[in-house]
């Protein structure tokens, strides 16, 4: 069965610290896909990156990045220097590539709050 | 261009009774996915609809059923509300070639008292 788990359910931190969210997944599929989604309280899911399975690049993209090791089932992301405006829950997800649905199994997610 | 819209925003039903939601995808998808998300938790797949057809399904009981019309807007229905079904609800629309790349509207909360 697949699982996403996000072990980290509250993070404070005071901006400009880093911050690093962990995600754990299982999955007996052989190709797949892992998504990073920020949700701030407007509710509305935004769509931060994903990655599929045979691609173990770590990515960078301004303040954020990402680390993707298969070894330990992990995707990782972490926020550099971070700001008031990172405030959000921050979800994993994971997607089977089997069937070419793109549903979506998300973990628990992580609530951020950064203060000034 | 427009995203994915969903209506209403809120909604506050009473137990027993029958609720449907909208969704209207992103221009040139196809596809729309529907997940419930309750307070505190992860978004949960309910179901997928493709050429107006259900395409897959998650765990969820037969009290929630959905529709897609000819434009690809969809419904979702559930009938005999329960306490637990308080949850935010979220559309995702994608595009067949490109079932991955999915855009989510903003949700509609619903409440049953």
């Known amino acids: 069965a697949q699982k996403v788990t996000q072990a980290q359910t509250e993070i404070s931190v005071v901006e400009k610290e880093d911050v690093t969210l962990d995600c754990v997944y299982e999955t007996r599929d052989t190709t797949y896909y892992l998504f990073w989604y920020k949700q701030p309280p407007s509710g509305e899911l935004v769509f931060l990156i994903r990655r599929n399975s045979f691609d173990e690049q770590n990515e960078i993209s301004g303040r954020y990045s990402w680390n993707f090791q298969k070894s330990t089932s992990s995707f990782n992301f972490t926020i550099t220097a971070s700001q008031v405006v990172d405030s959000a829950v921050y979800f994993c997800a994971l997607s089977e590539a089997r069937g070419n649905t793109g549903k979506l199994i998300f973990g628990q997610g992580t609530t951020l709050q950064v203060k000034p | 261009d427009a995203g994915v819209t969903q209506s209403p925003t809120h909604l506050i039903k009473t137990r027993g009774q029958q609720v449907t939601l909208r969704c209207s995808p992103k221009?040139?998808?196809?596809?729309v996915s529907w997940y419930q998300q309750a307070l505190g938790q992860g978004p949960q797949f309910i179901f997928q609809y493709y050429e107006e057809e259900e395409r897959q399904r998650g765990n969820f009981p037969d009290r929630f059923s959905g529709h897609q019309f000819p434009n690809y807007s969809s419904e979702l229905n559930v009938n005999a509300l329960l306490l637990g079904d308080s949850a935010l609800y979220l559309c995702?629309?994608?595009?067949?070639?490109?079932?991955?790349?999915?855009?989510f509207g903003q949700g509609t909360r619903l409440t049953v008292v």
């Open positions: 221009s040139g998808h196809d596809t």
């Open positions: 995702a629309s994608s595009s067949t070639g490109k079932p991955t790349e999915a855009f």
